[in-house]
């Protein structure tokens, strides 16, 4: 059971390509050896998705995020102290 592709024989043998996914599983693309893409299908896509987290910039263009920002007076932080050399 062939699951690792080059991607020249990906390109050159695709229906078959397609069938090894469709039949055994997510199908590996190499480029120069080096793992690159994987196929799958799409059923398997949409349960990726489905458990994937919001990202940071959803997040915060959300409502959620949304509030008032507490910001302490200027002056009143910690300081760092000189390093002497």
């Not at 080059?6 to 120069?32: H, M, W, Y």
Request: glycine letters at 6%; charged letters at 25%; hydrophobic letters at 40%.
């Amino acid at each position: 059971m062939k699951n690792q592709w080059a991607v020249q024989d990906a390109k050159a043998k695709f229906s078959e390509f397609l069938n090894a996914c469709i039949q055994n599983g997510p199908q590996i693309v190499t480029k120069r050896g080096s793992q690159t893409a994987v196929l799958i299908t799409v059923d398997e896509w949409i349960a990726l998705k489905s458990q994937a987290k919001n990202s940071l910039k959803s997040l915060l263009l959300s409502d959620e995020a949304r509030g008032e920002l507490v910001l302490p007076k200027r002056g009143l932080g910690l300081q760092r102290k000189p390093v002497k050399l």
